[in-house]
C-alpha cells in the first residue's frame, strides 16, 4: 500500500486499522470457534475410538475365556479317556497275569506229575533187575552142573 501525505491521510490509516482491526478480530473469532470445534471434534473422537478400544478387549475377554473354557473341558475329557485307557489296560494285564500263573501252576503240576512217573518207572525198573537177578540167580543154582 501506499502512504499518501497531507489532509485525510490519518484519517485513512485510522479507517483502514479500524476495517482491518475488525477483520482481524473476526478472523480471531473464527479461528477460535473453529480451535474448539477442532478440539470437540477430537474428544468425541478419542471418546469414540476409547469405546470402540474397550468393544474390541471385552470381544477379546470374551473369545479367550471361551477358549480357555473350550481346552479345558477338552483337557477334561482327555485326562477322562486316558483313565479309561489306563483301566481297561490294567484289567488286561490283570487278566493276562492270572492266566499265566495259572499256567504256569498248571506246568508245575505237570512237571511233579512226570516227576513221580519217572521215579514210579525208576522204581519199577529197579524192581525188575532185583527179580530179574533172583530170577538168574535162582536158576542157575538149580541148573544141573555143567559137567
Partial sequence: MTQSSGPGAGDLDTVRQVLFGAEVARLEREQGLERRAAAEQMAELERRVGQRMDEL???VTAQLDDLSRRQQAHAEKVTQLLDQVMAELTRRVDGLLNETRSRVEELKAKAAELERRKL???????SLATLGQRFTGDSGANSPPAG
Fill in 120 to 126: 514210579n518207572v525208576a522204581d519199577f525198573g529197579a
Fill in 57 to 59: 478387549a471385552q470381544r
